[in-house]
C-alpha cells in the first residue's frame, strides 16, 4: 500500500516535471493568440507579415472604414462606422505592441506617424465615466482659459498612433 501511494507520488512529481518543460507556457500562446485575432481584423498574420506590411495594412483598413468619409450616412450607420473604427483601432494597438514585444520592431528606427495631445476629460457624476471634452496640441494648454476643478475634470497626456 504504500508502495503505491509512493509510486503514485512519483508519478504525479514527473508529470508536472515533464508538462513545465516540453509544453509552452499558456500565458504566452494566449498572449499570441489574443493579438493573432486581433491583426485578423485587418488581414495580417503575425508570423508572415512584418510590422511595416501589418502597418500598411492597418491603415489602408482605417481609410476604408473611417466615418468620416461617410458623413452622409445616418445616425445608426455613422454610429456602427465609430464603433467598427474603435475596434481596429484597439485591434492595432494590440498587434503593435505584440510585434514590439517579440522584438519585430525597432522602437528607435521604426518610422511612424504619431501625434501628442492634452486631454482634457471631465468626470459624468452619473457615470462615474471620464470623457473627454476638448483636444489641444501639446504645449497649447495655455488656452485654457479657467482653473480646472480636481474633482471632475483633469488634464491628460496622450500620443496617438497613426
Known sequence: ML???MFGMTCEVVGRWMHRIFLPKTEDVEATEIAQNAANRFGVCLHVHSFSEANIRFRKTLLVIHPDRFSHES??????RNATTRDILACWVIVRTW??????????????????????KTLDTVTQ??????TW????TDRLER???????????????L
Not at 99 to 120: M, P, Q, R
Not at 137 to 140: A, L, V
Request: glycine share 6%; aromatic share 8%.
Open 3 to 5: 508502495g503505491m501511494f
Open 75 to 80: 445616425d445608426d450607420q455613422k454610429a456602427e
Open 99 to 120: 510585434y514590439i514585444d517579440n522584438g519585430h520592431v525597432d522602437t528607435s528606427t521604426a518610422s511612424e506617424s504619431y501625434v501628442k495631445v492634452t486631454v482634457l
Open 129 to 134: 465615466r471620464w470623457n473627454v471634452t476638448r
Open 137 to 140: 496640441r501639446i504645449g497649447d
Open 147 to 161: 482653473d480646472l476643478n480636481p474633482d471632475v475634470e483633469r488634464l491628460d497626456e496622450v500620443t496617438i498612433y
